[in-house]
């Protein structure tokens, strides 16, 4: 089973995302601890990148500071170290082809295997050519996330099907960010994923509220927020932590309503 599995073990899931290395690296793992602290069952790290083409400015603004602060592949790897010598919460990293594909195949998910990381998701990688990457990931123990858009259509259940970890609903069009209205029938999409896979289905892109997560979490099995988190470490930096924690606090206590 995979160890992403125990995010979902008891009840809804709030997963949160962070960019690792803003402000700090060592201020990312403190904030990593508050967020397992404010109650996340599942942390998405992100691994900065000059050109992350799904995410809004927020965190476009994140990956350009942690980029500037020196932060490096091995640097996020590092970090993972010294989390997993706090605590054992499923972690994914969240990064594009370019970074993996620069850093080796092999060597990156070997790298994964050995620091602790359970999953990773590539926005940027195209279903149809997940083939070799997907391969070496899965011989040490790596779950590609399978990201489900609502342009996915025809194409859900077969995504679906073949998906290990939990599967992503973006629940709007566009880029990452916080959105006040999430139009787009995620009700459906997230049923139709259901019926072809009994892996987990977490949503995200553009949840911020409490209201958002609650209503999500009726139907989904979780509830990914990012933006609004990265948007605390911009606002207050080094001092973020307490904010951070409670703000976790009440996303993961807006999903418990509905376990």
């Known amino acids: 089973m995979s160890k992403i599995a125990k995010a979902f073990e008891n009840g809804k899931a709030f997963i949160g995302f962070l960019t690792g290395g803003d402000p700090t690296i060592e201020k990312s793992e403190e904030f990593i601890m508050e967020m397992v602290r404010g109650g996340?069952?599942?942390?998405?790290?992100?691994?900065?990148?000059?050109?992350p083409i799904a995410e809004g400015e927020v965190i476009q603004e994140a990956n350009i500071r942690a980029l500037a602060?020196?932060?490096?592949?091995?640097?996020?790897?590092n970090l993972v170290i010294n989390v997993r010598k706090k605590t054992d919460i499923p972690l994914v990293f969240l990064t594009y082809l370019?970074?993996?594909?620069?850093?080796?195949?092999?060597r990156f998910f070997?790298?994964?295997e050995e620091t602790g990381v359970d999953g990773i998701i590539i926005p940027d990688l195209p279903y149809e050519e997940k083939g070799e990457l997907a391969q070496i990931a899965a011989s040490h123990g790596i779950d590609i996330i399978s990201l489900i858009a609502p342009t996915s259509e025809d194409r859900i259940k077969k995504i679906a099907s073949e998906a290990t970890?939990?599967?992503?609903?973006?629940?709007?069009m566009g880029v990452t960010g916080v959105r006040n209205e999430i139009k787009t029938d995620i009700e459906s999409i997230v049923n139709v994923v259901k019926s072809a896979t009994n892996v987990p289905v977490a949503v995200g892109f553009g949840i911020s509220t409490p209201e958002q997560a609650a209503n999500i979490s009726q139907y989904a099995d979780g509830v990914i927020v990012g933006s609004a988190i990265v948007k605390l470490c911009a606002k207050y930096g080094e001092n973020a932590a307490p904010h951070i924690h409670e703000y976790i606090k009440a996303m993961k206590n807006a999903v418990r309503t509905n376990d």
């Not at 996340?40 to 050109?51: N, Y």
């Not at 602060?69 to 790897?77: A, E, K, Q, V, Y």
Request: charged content about 15%; overall charge negative.
């Open 40 to 51: 996340a069952d599942l942390v998405e790290i992100g691994i900065p990148f000059s050109d």
């Open 98 to 106: 370019n970074p993996v594909f620069t850093y080796g195949l092999e």
């Open 165 to 172: 970890g939990f599967v992503y609903v973006v629940s709007s």
């Open 110 to 112: 070997a790298r994964c």
């Open 69 to 77: 602060n020196g932060t490096t592949t091995d640097t996020i790897f």
